[in-house]
């Protein structure tokens, strides 16, 4: 009988999942069907405000009033953001006109979406932050709300502000958020901080000056961004970056990442620091030894292409990895370095493999 009561029970648990399925399907159905019919509709009414405004007329302020109160929700937004992608596109004067006339609205929802909760504050600086308002909205009223935005304890919230910013922000209001997120100490990876940063296409020496003058007052996730950063997108920083390798104090990463800036931007100042580092064969320092036989690349001169040749011999897979690749980068052929390899065999395997192109026959040989 308990194993009949058991199988009964399953069917029962069962006939419920499947009802639940049934009825969740039928009101998501629902709900896309409302949202498609909401979408006709303001596609009618943003329509109208267009024709309007092409013909000379001053859209109606009721057209404002019916705008804000639905927007004053997240199904609002979604159903006149998709509305919105039927009537903005590129050299549309009257939708650039009317998105204007829509800022004092976008102030005030700013203002009311900061005080709901995280999601629908997510929501809000997501739909802003979209292409079709850039140059369209008030930018410097928005961007003092959307630092508060920043300081919000969810990650999504902190994320869509952070890229509204970066859409329509300028260089002190960005390291203001960043610097917010720096000493509240907010979850935010540095990955997305990162790449953040690199859609920013206002003044980056302005923004790059702003956050170095900050640098100290960072925690260390923060400043390696921020090294990362100004390696992608300036060449002018070779003295920061010195100072920062040469400093012993310094933490290891941010020491990496201004070897790796003085590897794409190289400095003659850079080369002896740099040598000591690739000549180092202690298996603890790989990592200094691995990403300065990258940098040195790009340094001429006898005595690099030695201590790179020398780190083929290295224990350590990266070193000789990235001393490979470098020797490759100067176009060394396998003939020029075969007899200083060719009694380790993974230094050769290496090396025959990178500079195969140089020299097939003599690779093969």
Same mark, same amino acid.
């Given at each position: 009988?308990?194993?009949?009561?058991?199988?009964?029970?399953?069917?029962?648990?069962?006939?419920?999942?499947?009802?639940?399925?049934?009825?969740?399907?039928? *009101?998501?159905?629902?709900?896309?069907?409302?949202?498609?019919?909401?979408?006709?509709?303001?596609?009618? +009414?943003?329509?109208?405000?267009?024709?309007? *405004?092409?013909?000379?007329?001053?859209?109606?302020?009721?057209?404002?009033?019916?705008?804000?109160?639905?927007?004053?929700?997240?199904?609002?937004?979604?159903?006149?953001?998709?509305?919105?992608?039927?009537?903005?596109?590129?050299?549309?004067?009257?939708?650039?006109?009317?998105?204007?006339?829509?800022?004092? +609205?976008? *102030?005030?929802?700013?203002?009311?979406?900061?005080?709901?909760?995280?999601?629908?504050?997510?929501?809000?600086?997501?739909?802003?932050?979209?292409? /079709?308002?850039?140059?369209?909205?008030?930018?410097?009223?928005?961007?003092?709300?959307? *630092?508060?935005?920043?300081?919000?304890?969810?990650?999504?919230?902190?994320?869509?502000?952070?890229?509204?910013?970066?859409?329509?922000?300028?260089?002190? =209001?960005?390291?203001?958020?960043?610097?917010?997120?720096?000493?509240?100490?907010?979850?935010?990876?540095?990955?997305?901080?990162?790449?953040?940063?690199?859609?920013?296409?206002?003044?980056?020496?302005?923004?790059?000056?702003?956050?170095?003058?900050?640098? %100290?007052?960072?925690?260390?996730?923060?400043?390696?961004?921020?090294?990362?950063?100004?390696?992608?997108?300036?060449?002018?920083?070779?003295?920061?970056?010195?100072?920062?390798?040469?400093?012993?104090?310094?933490?290891?990463?941010?020491?990496?990442?201004?070897?790796?800036?003085?590897?794409?931007?190289?400095?003659?100042?850079?080369?002896?620091?740099?040598? /000591?580092?690739?000549?180092?064969?202690?298996?603890?320092?790989?990592?200094?030894?691995?990403?300065?036989?990258?940098?040195?690349?790009?340094?001429?001169?006898?005595?690099?292409?030695?201590?790179?040749?020398?780190?083929?011999? =290295?224990?350590?897979?990266?070193?000789? %990895?990235?001393?490979?690749?470098?020797?490759?980068?100067?176009?060394?052929?396998?003939?020029?370095?075969?007899? /200083?390899?060719?009694?380790?065999?993974?230094?050769?395997?290496?090396?025959?493999?990178?500079?195969?192109?140089?020299?097939?026959?003599?690779?093969?040989?």
């Amino acid at each position: 009988m308990g194993s009949e009561y058991l199988l009964y029970g399953y069917g029962i648990i069962c006939f419920c999942m499947i009802a639940f399925n049934i009825v969740y399907s039928m *009101i998501m159905n629902g709900r896309d069907h409302r949202l498609k019919e909401n979408v006709e509709k303001y596609d009618m +009414i943003i329509k109208g405000a267009l024709d309007e *405004i092409r013909e000379g007329r001053k859209v109606p302020a009721r057209h404002y009033r019916r705008m804000e109160r639905v927007l004053s929700s997240t199904l609002g937004l979604m159903t006149v953001e998709a509305a919105l992608v039927r009537h903005v596109e590129y050299g549309n004067e009257a939708a650039v006109e009317y998105l204007k006339s829509l800022g004092p +609205i976008f *102030i005030r929802l700013a203002k009311k979406y900061e005080k709901r909760e995280n999601l629908q504050a997510a929501y809000f600086a997501y739909f802003i932050a979209d292409e /079709k308002f850039k140059g369209c909205l008030p930018a410097k009223e928005l961007q003092r709300i959307l *630092i508060a935005y920043a300081a919000k304890d969810s990650f999504f919230c902190r994320v869509n502000a952070m890229r509204a910013l970066y859409a329509f922000g300028d260089a002190k =209001s960005i390291a203001d958020a960043v610097t917010i997120c720096d000493r509240k100490d907010a979850f935010f990876h540095a990955k997305v901080l990162q790449d953040g940063l690199l859609t920013y296409h206002g003044n980056s020496d302005e923004l790059i000056s702003i956050l170095l003058k900050r640098y %100290n007052s960072f925690n260390e996730a923060t400043q390696l961004v921020i090294l990362n950063y100004i390696r992608f997108e300036s060449d002018k920083y070779r003295d920061t970056m010195l100072e920062i390798m040469e400093n012993e104090e310094n933490e290891k990463e941010l020491r990496l990442a201004a070897i790796r800036y003085l590897g794409k931007y190289p400095d003659e100042r850079a080369r002896r620091t740099l040598i /000591k580092f690739a000549s180092d064969k202690n298996c603890v320092n790989w990592d200094y030894t691995a990403v300065s036989a990258s940098a040195l690349a790009k340094y001429p001169g006898k005595d690099v292409t030695d201590v790179l040749v020398e780190a083929m011999l =290295s224990t350590n897979w990266h070193v000789r %990895n990235n001393a490979s690749k470098s020797l490759q980068a100067r176009g060394m052929r396998y003939s020029q370095v075969a007899d /200083k390899v060719k009694n380790d065999k993974y230094a050769d395997e290496m090396l025959r493999y990178r500079l195969k192109d140089d020299n097939i026959a003599e690779a093969a040989s």
